[in-house]
């Protein structure tokens, strides 16, 4: 299985946020500070884990809610 990048989005001022999956293009809405891995509703992929503080996630921050 190939290494996904996690990225810590800059600028999450909300307590959720929109992010869209890369692999399938389906938006979840994600608590901004997670206590678990969140995965996607469709396809099953990690879309967001926790990091101590924010969420780290390997999918695009549409908006913050």
Do not use: W, Y
């Not at 909300?14 to 994600?30: E, L, P, S, T, W």
């Not at 992929?45 to 924010?54: F, H, N, R, V």
Request: charged share 20%.
């Amino acid at each position: 299985m190939a290494d996904v990048k996690f990225v810590k989005p800059k600028n999450i001022n909300g307590h959720f946020v929109k992010i869209k999956c890369k692999d399938c293009g389906n938006v979840q809405v994600v608590f901004a500070r997670p206590s678990s891995i969140v995965t996607c509703n469709i396809c099953g992929a990690t879309i967001a884990k926790p990091t101590g503080g924010t969420l780290a996630t390997s999918g695009e921050v549409v908006e913050v809610l």
